[in-house]
């Protein structure tokens, strides 16, 4: 019997940041909606590796589900996609998507990633699922090239410089992030109480929970769409992969 990896999408945000009257992850990304490059990417991926059994859970909104389920439709027919209902928060969301899964063995997979980086590649999906034959939980993440400074606000609302940290001893984690389902199960008390905190991401969950978490190395194209300028940017990431240009990060 084939292995299962299950994926979960978060895809329930509003988008705020965004603006305009279109929900992010309907955006066109030349030719294609922004959830429909993240599908495609997971699609890529699941022929690619056959003797994976891979299935996709959108965690969505009740007013977004009908416009995915025609994306789904029309794109993707051959791809084994169930949904659950987002909630208030991210994790909330994640959660509702944990309880969506079924007949997962301990040793199966769950990969968690965001809706809105579409520009994830399978590249990217096989060094997470990689990662885990040997680590319980493992991201994709890049190093920071910029440098990083820690600081304070005075009352007078200025931002003050108190540190400057090696950069080399930071990463910017990305998703996708994965679990073994055993390990993820742990989390599950988490996601539901979350402790007073907003988790933004799930190997924070995966930190709090006492789990060791790995990083593999990512892409610095794997950008999430989050903004206008971020559609710009990513137009341009896949029109360099359409000429077969490396793009410069």
């Known amino acids: 019997m084939n292995r299962k990896c299950y994926f979960l999408i978060p895809a329930a ?55 995915l389920m025609s994306i789904v439709t029309d794109y993707f027919p051959g791809l084994d996609i169930s949904y659950a209902e987002g909630g208030a928060t991210r994790s909330a969301s994640v959660l509702n998507g944990i309880r969506a899964i079924e007949d997962a063995d301990d040793d199966d997979l769950v990969l968690i990633h965001d809706g809105a980086r579409c520009l994830v590649t399978k590249e990217e999906i096989k060094a997470v699922y990689e990662g885990l034959e040997t680590s319980p939980v493992c991201a994709s993440a890049v190093a920071v090239k910029d440098t990083l400074k820690k600081t304070s606000v ?81 137009r341009e990431i896949v029109r360099a992969r359409w000429q077969k240009q490396p793009f410069e990060d």
Request: glycine share 8%; net charge negative.
């Open 13 to 67: 945000g509003s988008g705020k940041r965004m603006g305009g009257p279109v929900p992010k992850l309907m955006i066109d990304v030349l030719g294609l909606p922004v959830i429909a490059r993240t599908l495609g990417a997971i699609d890529d991926y699941a022929s690619s590796y056959p003797d994976i059994d891979c299935r996709i859970i959108l965690i969505t909104t009740e007013d977004l589900k009908p416009k």
């Open 154 to 234: 005075s009352k007078d609302g200025k931002v003050i410089v108190e540190s400057t940290p090696n950069r080399s001893d930071y990463y910017a984690v990305r998703t996708p992030q994965g679990f073994r389902f055993s390990e993820l199960m742990k989390c599950v008390d988490y996601y539901a109480s979350e402790e007073g905190i907003t988790a933004t991401d799930d190997t924070l969950i995966a930190e709090r929970c006492g789990l060791t978490v790995t990083l593999v190395e990512g892409s610095y194209a794997n950008i999430k769409i989050t903004t206008p300028e971020d559609v710009a940017v990513a």
